[in-house]
């Protein structure tokens, strides 16, 4: 009994000095938030003395705040959020949510994120070697690759590998496919981010997921709209003066509106805009840039 006791002793007496330490760093962090004191996830890794789990645990929930931090304070520097990202994976190779939460924070222009995409991608590469079943991995590499570096060659071989895995659903194939055949085609790009919105609970996704599906549905019906213009030029020998006009000549149904339920305006050269009072957001490049080949 005493032999055990005393186990039990040195053990907690071990984690108290672990907590101690953690304490101390987490103290000095808030005190100085422009600094990281311990930027080695190995010597965290080590000087954690078996709790390396836990301490990924604490800097995975420091990088939650310091991120949510820089989002409530609108700062627009997010230096510290890849070191502290590298030290939670570091730690704890198998904490996912560090790779799918990381990957967007990291990639998110700024002021909603680091705009590093690159950084981004390195990290979702390392969750995919160190967990290689979660072919989910393979979808957020692939989103990068697609919607942030326009680079369709590399986003089709990564929903090509990822649909590989016996987990992964269908539409990783469609996904492939899809981005092989038409690139930055806004219909791939609606379906992506759909699967973006459907895929997580967190709020905060959702939103900023809402917002790009939006934005690109807008489009698509900017994009009808201009076309029936141009129908309408081809009729009649000039612009319509009004999207009314070109349901007046049974070019549209109807007056077409955005997601914030607003109409949509048509410009005298026949190009469509959104309502100067709309909250829907235009962030699509209009002309995706063809498919490359990947850099040497």
């Given at each position: 009994m005493a032999p055990t006791l005393g186990l039990l002793l040195a053990a907690w007496g071990a984690s108290a000095l672990v907590q101690m330490s953690v304490d101390r760093e987490m103290a000095r962090y808030r005190e100085s938030p422009e600094i990281l004191w311990i930027s080695s996830g190995k010597v965290l890794r080590t000087l954690s003395l078996g709790h390396q789990s836990l301490l990924a645990d604490v800097y995975w929930t420091r990088t939650v705040q310091y991120y949510g931090s820089r989002l409530r304070d609108h700062k627009t520097d997010f230096s510290l959020l890849g070191p502290l990202l590298d030290i939670t994976v570091t730690l704890d190779p198998q904490l996912t949510v560090a790779y799918y939460f990381g990957s967007i924070f990291l990639s998110e222009k700024p002021p909603r994120g680091a705009g590093d995409p690159k950084h981004a991608i390195a990290l979702l590469q390392h969750g995919i070697v160190a967990n290689p079943d979660e072919w989910r991995l393979w979808h957020h590499l692939g989103f990068l690759y697609y919607w942030e570096l326009r680079d369709y060659v590399r986003a089709a071989a990564a929903y090509q590998a990822g649909a590989?895995?016996?987990?992964?659903?269908?539409?990783?194939?469609?996904?492939?496919?899809?981005?092989?055949?038409?690139?930055?085609?806004?219909?791939?790009?609606?379906?992506?981010?759909?699967?973006?919105?459907?895929?997580?609970?967190?709020?905060?996704?959702?939103?900023?997921?809402?917002?790009?599906?939006?934005?690109?549905?807008?489009?698509?019906?900017?994009?009808?709209?201009?076309?029936?213009?141009?129908?309408?030029?081809?009729?009649?020998?000039?612009?319509?003066?009004?999207i009314a006009e070109m349901v007046s000549h049974g070019l549209l149904p109807g007056v077409p509106v955005d997601a914030a339920g607003f109409p949509y305006r048509l410009k005298p050269d026949g190009t469509a805009a959104l309502n100067p009072a709309s909250t829907v957001t235009l962030d699509y490049n209009h002309s995706p840039a063809p498919p490359r080949a990947p850099a040497p």
């Open positions: 590989k895995n016996p987990k992964a659903r269908d539409w990783m194939k469609v996904m492939a496919a899809a981005i092989t055949e038409k690139g930055g085609n806004l219909q791939t790009s609606l379906f992506l981010w759909s699967r973006i919105y459907d895929s997580t609970e967190d709020p905060t996704i959702r939103k900023n997921a809402a917002g790009h599906i939006d934005g690109i549905k807008a489009q698509i019906d900017m994009e009808a709209i201009e076309k029936r213009a141009q129908q309408f030029q081809e009729q009649n020998g000039r612009w319509p003066a009004s």
